[in-house]
C-alpha cells in the first residue's frame, strides 16, 4: 500500500498547491511504473498477466462459476453479431475496416488512442462513431446493443496483445491523461469514493457479495457480459454505473471526463495482455 | 428478438458431447421493467436434441432456467460429421432450431 | 469457436440470407423453424405445465412422478456455495445409477419450485451441465428417476446481494 498512498500523496499535494507543478509536468511512464509496482508488491503472488481476470485472482471470488459459465461464453452472441455489423458494408459500399489502421483487426489494444487533430482523447467507441459518422450514419449509443456487440468482435480480434496506449509528448494529451489520473484518484458521491478508494486501496477486498477487481488489468476484460445485466456492455456503462453507485451524478457516455479517465486507466495496464470481452457477475 | 442457437458437439471415446448456447429472455414473470411494469412470463418449455434424427434428450424448462441459457449433455455413439439437431418451441408457440455437425 | 447456427452450413450463407431478411435472425431461422415445430410438437404437449406452478418441492415431485426421493450418495449435484449472481447458477447433475430416466432440478425456495427435467433416452448420460435462476438462498435438489425409484442430492446455494451494482 505504501507505493499508492505516496501516489496518494503526491496527488494531493498536486491538486492542492498547482503552483508547485511548475515544471514537474506529468510523466505517464512513471506513473505506469508506480501503478503496477504497488500491485506487484502489495498482491505478489498474482502474476501481472492474471490481473485481467480481476476479481478472479482472489479466494471466495467465485472463480469455479466463472469458469463454467465461460464454457460457452454468455457474450458468444455478442461477437457473433460483431462480426456481421463489423463486415457489412455502408451505403457507400465501405466498411468499418477504411477507418482503422491494420483493418480494424487486432487494434483494440491500442485505444483510447489522443487524436492530434481534434486535441481529444478517443475511445474504440468514440473511433467507431466517427467512422460512422463520416460515412453518413448516426452514432450509435456508446453503452450497449450495437455498439458493445462491434467493440466486443473488434476486441476479441485483439486478445493476447499487450495493451499500448500512446500518451504524446503533446501538451493537450499530457493535460487529457492527467484529467483522466485526478479524476480517478477524485472523492465523489454521498458515499465519498474515488475509484481508486474501491479499485486499489481495497482491491480484491469484499464488497458485500462481489469481491472488487484491482484497477490494474481492469479495463483488459471490457466489454463485459454482465448477469446483472444479462447484455453486454462497454467500459463507459461500468463508469456510469460505478458513479451512480457511490452516489455521484454520472458524466455523459460521451463526455471528455470519461473519455480521459479511460485514457488514464488504460495506460495503467500498458503491456498486459487485451482479454475481452469478459464475464462478471 | 433473434433466436440464434451455438452449438458444439465432439465425439471422444465412444461417446459425443453436446453444447448449447440458446438466445432466449427466459422472463420469469418476476422481474419488473424500469418503468415498475412486471415482464410478463416468456421461456423455452421444451427443448429438444437429435443426433441423426434420433431424439437423446428433452428438456421442459420453467421460468428459472437463466438467460440465454447454456446446456452441456453426452451421449453414448455419434461420429464425426453426423448430425446434432436442437429445437425448441416456448410459451409464447415460438420456435427455432438449429443443426451442428459432430467435430 | 463455436458452429454457427441453424440449417445454413458456412458464415457467407448466412449473411446472405441476413441481407436478404433484413436486420433480425428470427426470418433467417424460417426454414429451420418450420421444421423445429414438426420436431419439438411431439414433446411440446408432453410439457408439464403444472409441475412448473407448483410452489412447493413435494407438490412438484408429487405430481411429475406420484413419490418421493430418497437421499442417495449415488446422486450428485454439483453447485456454489455462494451464487456470484442469482440469475446465473451454474448446476451440474450427475449419478452413478443405472438406466436414469428421467433428471429433475429443484430449487426450493423459488416461487415454483421446479427449475427443469429432463427424459433421457437409453444411451444419454445422466451427467447434465445447466444454469438456474434461484430467488433467494434455497437448497437445491437434483432427483433422479432410475429403475421405477428416485434418488436425490441437496445442495444449499447461498444468494447475496452483489456490493458493486
Known amino acids: 500500500m505504501r507505493i499508492g498512498l505516496v501516489v496518494l500523496a503526491l496527488l494531493a499535494a498536486f491538486s492542492a498547491v498547482p503552483v508547485a507543478l511548475a515544471g514537474a509536468g506529468p510523466d505517464p511512464a512513471a506513473d505506469i511504473k508506480a501503478f503496477q509496482g504497488h500491485f506487484r508488491t502489495e498482491l505478489p503472488a498474482i502474476p501481472l498477466a492474471a490481473y485481467v481476470n480481476g476479481p478472479y485472482n482472489f479466494p471466495g ?140 486501496q481495497a482491491a480484491g477486498k469484499r464488497l458485500r457479495g462481489n469481491v472488487l477487481a484491482p484497477a490494474l488489468g481492469i479495463t483488459a476484460s471490457f466489454p463485459l457480459y454482465r448477469s446483472k445485466w444479462g447484455s453486454i456492455g462497454t467500459l463507459v456503462r461500468r463508469f456510469i454505473g460505478c458513479n451512480k453507485k457511490v452516489g455521484s451524478v454520472p458524466d455523459k457516455p460521451d463526455s471528455a471526463a470519461y473519455r480521459d479517465l479511460a485514457y488514464f486507466l488504460t495506460a495503467m495496464s500498458n503491456g498486459l495482455p487485451i482479454a475481452g470481452p469478459g464475464s462478471r457477475p | 428478438m433473434a433466436h440464434q442457437i451455438l452449438i458444439r458437439a465432439k465425439v471422444a471415446a465412444g461417446s459425443t458431447t453436446v453444447e448449447a448456447l440458446v438466445q432466449h429472455p427466459m422472463d420469469s414473470g418476476f422481474i419488473k421493467d424500469k418503468s415498475g411494469k412486471l415482464i410478463p412470463p416468456h421461456y423455452i418449455e421444451v427443448i429438444e436434441f437429435t443426433h441423426n434424427g434420433r431424439i437423446v434428450l428433452t428438456g421442459f424448462w420453467g421460468p428459472a432456467v437463466s438467460k440465454n441459457p447454456f446446456i452441456k449433455f453426452s451421449f453414448k455413439g455419434g461420429k464425426s460429421g453426423d448430425a446434432i439437431g436442437v429445437s425448441w418451441v416456448d410459451n409464447h408457440g415460438e420456435t427455432a432450431s438449429a443443426t451442428a455437425r459432430i467435430a | 469457436m463455436a458452429e454457427r447456427n441453424a440449417s445454413s452450413p458456412s458464415g457467407p450463407r448466412r449473411r446472405q440470407l441476413l441481407a436478404a431478411a433484413g436486420p433480425g435472425a428470427a426470418a433467417l431461422l424460417a426454414p429451420g423453424a418450420a421444421r423445429a415445430g414438426a420436431a419439438v410438437g411431439a414433446n411440446a404437449s408432453n410439457y408439464p405445465s403444472k409441475v412448473f406452478r407448483q410452489k412447493t418441492e413435494a407438490a412438484a415431485l408429487k405430481l411429475m412422478f406420484g413419490k418421493m426421493p430418497e437421499a442417495s450418495a449415488a446422486a450428485k449435484l454439483t453447485a456454489p456455495r455462494i451464487a456470484e449472481n442469482g440469475a446465473v447458477v451454474p448446476v451440474i447433475v450427475d449419478a452413478t445409477l443405472p438406466g436414469v430416466t428421467t433428471v429433475a432440478i429443484i430449487a426450493k425456495e423459488n416461487p415454483f419450485a421446479m427449475a427443469c427435467a429432463y427424459r433421457l433416452p437409453p444411451g444419454t448420460s445422466p451427467a447434465i451441465s445447466s444454469q438456474v435462476k434461484l430467488a433467494k438462498t434455497t437448497d437445491v435438489v437434483a432427483v433422479f428417476e432410475s429403475g421405477g425409484k428416485l434418488f436425490s442430492a441437496t445442495k444449499n446455494v447461498k444468494v447475496t446481494l452483489g456490493g458493486c451494482g
Open chain 1, 61 to 200: 471470488s467465485g472463480r469455479a462459476q466463472w469458469k463454467q459459465i465461460t464454457e460457452f461464453p454468455p457474450y458468444s452472441f455478442a461477437i457473433d453479431s460483431g462480426k456481421v455489423l463489423f463486415e457489412t458494408k455502408f451505403p457507400n459500399g465501405k466498411t468499418y475496416t477504411s477507418c482503422f489502421s491494420e483493418g480494424g483487426i487486432g487494434i483494440a489494444g491500442n485505444y483510447p488512442m489522443f487524436d492530434p487533430k481534434t486535441g481529444r482523447v478517443v475511445t474504440l467507441g468514440v473511433a467507431i462513431n466517427r467512422c460512422r459518422v463520416a460515412n453518413g450514419l448516426k452514432k450509435w449509443p456508446l453503452t450497449k446493443g450495437k455498439m458493445a456487440d462491434l467493440v466486443a468482435y473488434m476486441t476479441v480480434t485483439s486478445r493476447g496483445r499487450p495493451i499500448d496506449v500512446v500518451v504524446p509528448n503533446d501538451p493537450r494529451a499530457l493535460a487529457a491523461y492527467e484529467a483522466g489520473k485526478e479524476y480517478f484518484y477524485s472523492r465523489r458521491g454521498q458515499l465519498n469514493f474515488s475509484c481508486a478508494s474501491c479499485h486499489v
